[in-house]
C-alpha cells in the first residue's frame, strides 16, 4: 500500500523555465566558484524513476564544459520507492520520455538500445541512488544544490518546517534549494533567503543552528491526514493559534506575575512588572528580594516560604509606595505544577488603588511598626541562620567538590593521554583508509576498464550472449541477441520463456533447466528463422566462489561455415574416391557414397564408430595407426600410404591412403583409392614386356633359322629373297594379330582369314567353331599355312585356275592330356589341283611345318599326298 501511495511521476527538464534559472541563478555562480579538487556535491531527494537526478547532472557537466572546469561531480539520488530507484540505476527510458530532448542532448547523453534510450556511462556514473526515508533517515550533508520538488506538498506543515530546517543543515553556506512551483518556505524565512519566487528557488541563510536539528524529524505517516485541506499557506498551523489565542488571554485577564524558583531566582515575567519590581543599577541579577520595591522583599520570601511549607497558595495585602503614593496591593503565591519537584512558584500582584486608614487597620489592625521591626529582625535572623547553615554547608560540598574536581582532573589528564593515543590511532586509520580508498578507486577503474573490454569483446565477435539467473530471469544480454529474441532492455528481470523465439527450438528452455540442475554443458545447432544457422551452447554461470548463479548461453553464427560444409559435402559426395571424415578421436563423422559402393557397408554401420572397428579390422593397421596419431599431433598430412587386405565382402584389394588434418574444424579427412586394377595392369605389362622380350628373341632366333635355311635350299638369290620376305610376311601377319589382341589369345578363324585373304573366297573356304589359341601358337600357325599356301601356290590347287582349298578344324577332348584340356584338329585339303606325287625327299617347309606343330605348338603334322591333292592334317593343344 505504501508503494501504491508514492507518487513517482516526473520527467526529464520538467517545468524547463525553472530549470533555466536553476542554471542562471544557482549553477553558473556555483560553478563559477567551485575549487577543482573538491567533489560538487548535489542531494535530489525525492528522485523517483531519476529524470531529475540526470537532468541537474546534465546541466552541471554542460555548465562545467562552458566554464572550463573540471572537478567531481557527486549525486546523491533517493526516494522512499525501491522500485522506481530500480528503474532509475538502468537508466533506460522509453523514446517517449526524452522525445522534447534536444538532438545536441540525445547524442551526448543517450545510447539507443532497442527501442528505449540508456543514460551514457559518465553521466550514470555520477550519480549514486539509495533508498531514503526523508523523515526517519539522517539527512546528507555538505551540498552545494538540493533539489526537493513535490514532495513537500504531500507533508503536514510542522513535517514540512523540520525539513526546511533539515535541508539548512545539508546545505553548505550559501547553497541553493530548489522546491517545486506548488511548494514554498513557509515560515522559514530566517533559514532561506528568496531567489526566484516564481520557480521557487532559494539560498541559505547563515550557518547552521545545531538546536534546532531533530532526527528523526517525525513519526508515524508522513502523508497529510486530509488530502483535500487548504494549502497550508492559506492559514496558521493550529498550535499558532492556540498559542496566540493564550497570549491575548493572558495579557488581557491574568495580573502582573512572576515565576520562581525556591532561591527567589526569576525565570519568568509576564505584565507590567516594573510597578512592584525595581532593578538597580550596577550587575544584573534575577534574584527577586534584590528587585522588589522596598517593603516587598521580606513579604515576598515568608509568602514563598509558607508556600513551600504548606503546599497551597498563601496570600496577604500589603501597602506599597507606587507613583508617590500609598497603593494597597495583594500578594499571591501559588506552587506550580510538580512544584515540589520543580520548586517553581507563581506569584502575583494585583492593585487595589490608595490605600485608606480603614485599609490599614483592616491589614493589621493590632500590628505596630515596632512589631513588624521586630518581625523582620526575627526573619532576618531565621534568614541568618540558614544562610549560615547554607555557607557551611556549602563550604563542606565546596571541599567534597574541590576533592572531586582534583580526582576528575587526573581522570581528564588520562583521558586526555587516551584521546592522543587515539588520535594516533585515527590518523594511523585514515592513512590506512586513504591507502585503500585509492586501491579501491584503481579496482573500480580497473573493473570499468575491463567491463568496457568484455562489452567491446562481445559487440566485436558479434556473438549473442545472454546471462539468465537461477530462475531462468534475464540478467544482461548482447544486442546480438535481439536477432534471436523479441526482446528490449526493458526485458531486463523477465522470465526468457515469456520471449517469442526467432530461431527454431524447442527444447531451449528445457535444456537451460537440464544444464542449471546438471552443470553439464549443451550445445545444438539451431536455424533461425532469417535462415542462419547458429551453434546454441548452454553453460553454467560461476561465481568467482564457485557458487552457480544462472546459465550463459552463446549463440554462434555459423551459416557461412554451414555453407561451407554443404559446398564440401556436394563436392565429397560427386568425388568418385572414397572418402571418410573422422573426428579428433578417429570416430566416423561422415564418408561419401563412393566409400559406401566400394566397402559395400551400410551407413548405421559405419557412423560415430572407430575406424579401427569397421568392417573386420581391417584398418586396424600399426603403420596407419602411427601415421594418423602423427596426423592428430600436428603433421599437416600423409600421401599415398598403400594397404593390401582381404577386405570383408569385397575380397582382396589394394587401396592408396592419403590424409589431412582439418583444424578448423578438428577433423581429418581420409581419401581411399582403390588400385588393384593399376597393380594389375602393372603387373600386367610387365608380363607382357617379358613376353614380348622372350617372343623377340625366339622370332629372331627363327628369323635366323629360316634364313639360314631358306638359303641352303635355295637355288639362287631370288629364289631366296621371295621366299625368305613371304616367311617373314607370315611371321608380320602373326605379330598383328597379337598386337591387336594386346598379347592375348587370338581366334582361329580371325587368324585363318587373315592368312588367306589375298586369295578369292571361292578359291579358299574355311569352316570351324570358335577357338582360341595362345600368342606362341598364333606366330607358328602363321608360317606353318604360310607354307602349305606357298607349296600350293607353286605346286598344288592354286598353281591352276579351278584348284581350291578347304579349311575345316574343330574342338574335341584330347587324349593324353590333362582333364579339361581341349585339342583343335585343323585340317588343310587341297582339291582340283594338278596330279600330285609324294616328293623323293623332305623339304625344308615339310621339316617346318612339322617342327613348329611339335615345338612350338604341342602337337604333330600328318601329310598326305593324294591324287586329287594335298591333305594336312595338324593336331594341337587349345591352350
Known amino acids: 500500500m505504501a508503494n501504491d501511495l508514492l507518487i513517482t511521476v516526473t520527467s526529464f527538464f520538467r517545468d524547463e523555465d525553472a530549470w533555466e534559472v536553476l542554471r542562471d541563478e544557482a549553477i553558473r555562480p556555483l560553478v563559477a566558484a567551485h575549487h577543482p579538487d573538491e567533489p560538487f556535491r548535489v542531494w535530489v531527494a525525492g528522485c523517483a524513476s531519476g529524470e531529475e537526478a540526470y537532468s541537474i547532472g546534465i546541466l552541471l557537466f554542460e555548465e562545467a564544459k562552458a566554464q572550463g572546469k573540471s572537478f567531481p561531480i557527486d549525486i546523491f539520488a533517493t526516494d522512499a520507492s525501491a522500485k522506481a530507484l530500480a528503474v532509475a540505476r538502468r537508466g533506460l527510458y522509453p523514446a517517449a520520455a526524452v522525445q522534447h530532448l534536444s538532438a545536441d542532448r540525445m547524442e551526448r547523453w543517450f545510447e539507443k538500445a532497442g527501442d528505449s534510450y540508456r543514460i551514457k556511462r559518465d553521466l550514470r556514473e555520477a550519480i549514486v541512488f539509495a533508498p531514503q526515508d526523508l523523515i526517519q533517515d539522517p539527512p546528507f550533508s555538505r551540498v552545494r544544490l538540493l533539489i526537493c520538488r513535490n514532495v513537500l506538498i504531500y507533508l503536514r506543515p510542522e513535517l514540512q518546517h523540520k525539513l526546511l530546517r533539515l535541508f539548512h543543515f545539508a546545505l553548505n553556506e550559501g547553497g541553493y534549494l530548489f522546491l517545486g512551483s506548488a511548494e514554498n518556505i513557509g515560515n522559514s524565512e530566517d533559514l532561506f533567503e528568496t531567489v526566484s519566487q516564481k520557480w521557487r528557488l532559494f539560498r541559505r541563510r547563515g550557518a547552521t543552528r545545531r538546536e534546532i536539528l531533530e532526527f528523526p524529524i517525525g513519526k508515524g505517516s508522513f502523508l497529510r491526514r486530509q488530502l483535500h485541506a487548504r494549502p497550508a499557506s492559506d492559514l496558521p498551523p493550529p498550535e499558532r493559534i492556540a498559542e496566540t489565542s493564550l497570549m491575548a488571554l493572558v495579557e488581557r485577564h491574568v495580573p ?138 556549602a563550604r563542606e560540598e565546596h571541599e567534597s567538590s574541590k576533592e572531586e574536581i582534583m580526582s576528575m582532573n587526573e581522570e581528564l589528564r588520562s583521558t586526555n593521554e ?77 522470465p526468457i520463456a515469456d ?243 594386346e598379347w592375348k589369345e587370338t581366334d582361329l578363324g580371325h587368324l585363318i582369314q587373315g592368312a588367306t585373304e589375298a586369295f578369292e573366297s571361292v578359291r579358299v573356304q574355311s569352316e570351324g567353331s570358335s577357338v582360341k589359341i595362345s600368342p606362341a601358337k598364333t606366330l607358328a600357325l602363321n608360317l606353318v599355312l604360310h607354307e602349305l599356301e606357298t607349296n600350293a601356290i607353286k ?52 621339316s617346318l611345318i612339322q617342327q613348329l606343330l611339335r615345338y612350338e605348338m604341342d602337337g604333330s603334322a600328318h601329310l598326305s599326298f593324294e591324287p586329287n591333292g594335298l591333305r594336312c592334317e595338324m593336331v594341337f593343344t587349345a591352350a
Request: glycine share 6%.
Open 418 to 494: 587516551e584521546m592522543e593515543t587515539s588520535k594516533e590511532e585515527l590518523h594511523s586509520l585514515n592513512e590506512e583508509l586513504n591507502t585503500v580508498n585509492i586501491e579501491l578507486r584503481e579496482n573500480v577503474d580497473e573493473l570499468k576498464r575491463r567491463t568496457d573490454d568484455i562489452n567491446n569483446l562481445l559487440v566485436g565477435t558479434n556473438i549473442a550472449t545472454l546471462f539468465l539467473d537461477t530462475k531462468m530471469q534475464i540478467r544482461w544480454f548482447s544486442p546480438a541477441v535481439q536477432d534471436l529474441f523479441n526482446i528490449r532492455a526493458s526485458d531486463v528481470g523477465r
Open 795 to 846: 605346286y598344288g590347287a592354286l598353281s591352276t585356275d579351278t584348284g581350291h582349298i578347304d579349311l575345316r578344324w574343330s574342338l574335341e577332348d584330347g587324349e593324353g592330356t590333362a582333364e579339361g584340356t581341349k585339342k583343335v584338329r585343323l585340317v588343310w585339303q587341297e582339291l582340283d589341283g594338278p596330279p600330285v606325287k609324294r616328293p623323293e625327299s623332305s623339304g625344308f617347309g615339310v
Open 256 to 393: 502582573p506575575s512572576v515565576v520562581v524558583d525556591r532561591d527567589l531566582q526569576v525565570l519568568f515575567y509576564n505584565g507590567a512588572m516594573e510597578r512592584f519590581l525595581n532593578p538597580q543599577s550596577g550587575e544584573p541579577t534575577n534574584d527577586l528580594a534584590s528587585l522588589a520595591r522596598e517593603g516587598l522583599g521580606i513579604r515576598l520570601g515568608r509568602l514563598v516560604k509558607k508556600t513551600s511549607e504548606s503546599g497551597n497558595p498563601e496570600w496577604e495585602r500589603a501597602q506599597i509606595a507606587l507613583d508617590g503614593r500609598m497603593t494597597l496591593v495583594s500578594i499571591e503565591v501559588a506552587p506550580l505544577e510538580n512544584a515540589e519537584r520543580n520548586g517553581l512558584y507563581l506569584i502575583s500582584f494585583t492593585e487595589h488603588g490608595e490605600a485608606t486608614t480603614a485599609d490599614a487597620e483592616h491589614e493589621r489592625p493590632q500590628s505596630t511598626h515596632t512589631e513588624d521591626l521586630e518581625h523582620e529582625v526575627k526573619l532576618l535572623r531565621d534568614e541568618l541562620r540558614t544562610t549560615i547553615q547554607l555557607s557551611s554547608r
Open 499 to 741: 520471449l517469442v523465439q526467432k530461431f527454431a527450438d524447442n527444447e531451449f528452455n528445457a535444456d537451460c533447466e537440464r544444464v542449471l540442475r546438471s552443470l553439464t554443458p549443451a550445445e545444438k545447432q539451431v536455424r533461425s528463422s532469417d535462415e542462419r544457422w547458429f551453434v546454441r551452447q548452454i553453460l553454467p554461470y560461476r561465481t568467482r566462489d564457485d557458487r552457480i548463479d544462472g546459465v550463459i548461453v552463446t549463440f554462434a553464427d555459423v551459416t557461412a561455415i554451414q555453407a561451407a560444409r554443404r559446398y564440401a559435402e556436394e563436392i565429397v559426395e560427386t568425388v568418385p574416391v572414397p572418402l571418410l571424415v573422422l573426428d579428433w578421436e578417429l570416430r566416423v563423422v561422415s564418408a561419401n557414397p563412393a566409400f559406401y559402393e566400394t566397402f559395400r557397408v551400410a551407413r548405421e554401420k559405419t557412423a560415430t564408430r572407430l575406424i579401427y572397428d569397421l568392417g573386420n579390422g581391417q584398418w586396424n593397421i600399426p603403420k596407419l595407426r602411427g601415421l594418423l596419431t602423427e596426423v592428430l599431433a600436428g603433421n599437416d598430412s600423409f600421401r599415398d600410404y598403400e594397404v593390401e587386405h582381404d577386405f570383408e565382402g569385397i575380397g582382396a584389394k589394394a587401396m592408396l591412403l592419403s590424409g589431412t588434418r582439418i583444424d578448423h574444424m578438428q577433423l581429418i579427412l581420409l581419401a581411399i583409392e582403390d588400385i588393384t586394377g593399376r597393380k594389375q595392369s602393372e603387373a600386367h605389362q610387365t608380363l607382357l614386356m617379358s613376353e614380348l622380350s622372350h617372343r623377340v628373341k625366339n622370332v629372331l632366333g627363327v628369323v635366323q633359322g629360316l634364313a639360314s635355311q631358306t638359303l641352303a635350299r635355295s637355288k639362287s638369290l631370288e629364289e631366296f629373297r621371295s621366299t625368305f620376305e613371304g616367311r617373314l610376311a607370315a611371321l608380320s601377319r602373326g605379330h598383328a594379330l597379337l598386337l591387336e589382341g
